[in-house]
Every structure is written in C-alpha cells, then in structure tokens.
Nanobody, 124 residues
Framework: QVQLVESGGGLVQAGGSLRLSCAASGRTFSRYAMGWFRQAPGKGREFVAAISWSDGSTNYADSVKGRFTISRDNANNTVYLQMNSLKPEDTAVYYC?????????????????WGQGTQVTVSS
C-alpha cells in the first residue's frame, strides 16, 4: 500500500504561481512512477503530468507544457508540481497518483494509488 497526501493548493490570481506537494508513505516510493491529474467541476479527471522513477523522464499534457514542472525527491518521498502562469481554466481539484511501474504514463487507469486531492482556484 502507498498513502498519498497532497498539499499546497489555494486561491491565486491569473498569472500567478503555486507549488503542489505530494507526500508518500508506505512501500518504496522510489520504485513508483508518479502522476498529477486534475478534475474541474462537471468534467472528468484529466492527466496533467507524470514522472518516471528510473531516469526522471517526464510527460506533460499539452495544456500545461511550458508552464508546469513535475519533479520528485526520492529521499523525502515527495513529488512536486510547480505551476506557473496560471490561468482560470487551470481551476480544479488536483490529485497525486502512484503506479508500480517505470514509465510515466498518461492513463489514469494505470495508476494504483490516489491522494484525496487539493483545490486550486485561479481567479481572472
């Protein structure tokens, strides 16, 4: 089992920045690929970013490329999502997820564990 707890969400103006954190506990964190997903009101959960556990390779949704950066600190069992140049359309609940695999995949069904989510609201 892996437990995931997100933090760092909040209210920010358009153009601002936030950094989300996801603290993991349980099994060996460094052997899990990690991902961030988001869900806006009335919409499905969508992929945002992911990072592998082996070489740190990353994958991003087109909508966030160049604005968001995913990173991980295996020594502290934490994955981060740095979000810059935020837009109102980034408003959503952001979820951290873990999968027992190497590749940073984009498909939510591939992930085994999920956090409870943290709200990000971007005002215009």
């Amino acid at each position: 089992q892996v437990q995931l707890v997100e933090s760092g969400g909040g209210l920010v103006q358009a153009g601002g920045s936030l950094r989300l954190s996801c603290a993991a506990s349980g099994r060996t964190f460094s052997r899990y690929a990690m991902g961030w997903f988001r869900q806006a009101p009335g919409k499905g959960r969508e992929f945002v970013a992911a990072i592998s556990w082996s070489d740190g390779s990353t994958n991003y949704a087109d909508s966030v490329k160049g604005r968001f950066t995913i990173s991980r600190d295996n020594a502290n069992n934490t994955v981060y999502l740095q979000m810059n140049s935020l837009k109102p359309e980034d408003t959503a609940v952001y979820y951290c997820a873990a999968r027992a695999g190497i590749v940073a995949v984009t498909t939510k069904s591939a992930y085994d564990y999920w956090g409870q989510g943290t709200q990000v609201t971007v005002s215009s």
